[in-house]
């Protein structure tokens, strides 16, 4: 592994803690919770799952906006008036936002939206994006491609850091394999591995790694017990409506139930679920009265 230096961990106490609010971090001793629909739809259906998630505690939401959908004939994201939703709930609620960026020419307005940018699966080795990521100054939610070798997943990481961005967390959300029975194969090997290897914090995708809803929530569970730093999780206030990703969405109320769940395991890995942290929220004007 290689020919990366600055994602290896020189020592085993080397972590690092990386920060998507003055709140929320990411690698130290609080589990990040991620949770938000696949596709923003609406700032009605952002400000819902905003005033659900918040007290879950869900730390920051996530919604894409530039979606990378295998039919070009399939929703391809509201875009910049995305953009302009995750900004007013961001605020509104004080919450860090995620989401994804697909192309060099998209940074700078994602950049002023978002407190994270995540490079998807399909843009794990889309070079010329993790170079000018590299010079970008918000932290990158890095996937892990469809069917990336560890080293592979490590070398995209090495391109940002070594291009002068620190701030990279990774997220293990599933490989190909043979079965359609789940969407997709869930690494906890590769979680294990990318803890001992490097210094970044892991991240976990249950949604898109099984690609039903009634399996999110043990996938979740043991990706935390496995030692995943955080989650993300797909959830919608109407899951079956969903434009992308509707079956593997979670209802509101059961993305709070999960939460709720994985404090036992936190604790038994030494862990604990993120605090009740939420001092400007203010109530929506859209969905109240
Ligand atoms: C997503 O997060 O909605 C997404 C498209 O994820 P992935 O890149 O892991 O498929
Ligand atoms: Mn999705």
Do not use: W
């Not at 070798?149 to 391109?159: N, V």
């Not at 293990?172 to 914090?201: C, M, W």
């Amino acid at each position: 592994m290689l020919d990366a230096k600055l994602v290896i961990r020189s020592h085993s106490e080397q972590k690092t803690v990386v920060k998507l609010s003055e709140q929320v971090t990411v690698g130290g001793q609080e589990l990040l919770v991620i949770g938000g629909p696949c596709s923003v739809e609406s700032l009605v259906q952002m400000e819902v799952v905003a005033e659900h998630l918040a007290t879950a505690p869900v730390q920051a939401l996530r919604g894409g906006v530039y979606k990378p959908r295998t039919s070009p004939y399939a929703f391809q994201g509201l875009g910049l008036e995305g953009l302009e939703i995750l900004t007013a709930v961001r605020q509104r609620y004080n919450m860090p936002v995620v989401t994804e960026v697909m192309a060099v020419s998209q940074i700078a307005a994602i950049a002023t939206a978002a407190d994270v940018l995540q490079v998807g699966s399909r843009n794990m080795q889309n070079f010329e994006l993790l170079k000018a990521l590299g010079q970008c100054d918000k932290p990158v939610l890095l996937k892990r491609g469809l069917s990336a070798t560890l080293e592979e997943f490590i070398l995209a990481a090495e391109y940002i850091l070594s291009h002068g961005n620190p701030q990279v967390v990774l997220c293990e959300r599933g490989i190909r394999s043979f079965d359609p029975y789940t969407r997709n194969v869930l690494d906890l090997g590769a979680v294990a591995a990318l803890k001992q290897l490097t210094h970044l914090p892991v991240i976990v995708d249950p949604s898109h790694a099984v690609g039903k809803r009634e399996l999110v929530a043990d996938l979740a569970r043991a990706a935390v017990a496995c030692g995943a730093d955080g989650l993300i999780i797909e959830c919608h206030p109407q899951p079956e409506q969903s434009v992308s990703d509707a079956r593997q969405a979670l209802s509101l109320a059961e993305m709070v139930t999960l939460v709720h769940s994985l404090g036992a395991i936190a604790a038994a890995v030494g862990r604990s679920l993120p605090r009740i942290n939420i001092p400007s929220l203010a109530v929506p004007s859209t969905v109240c009265g």
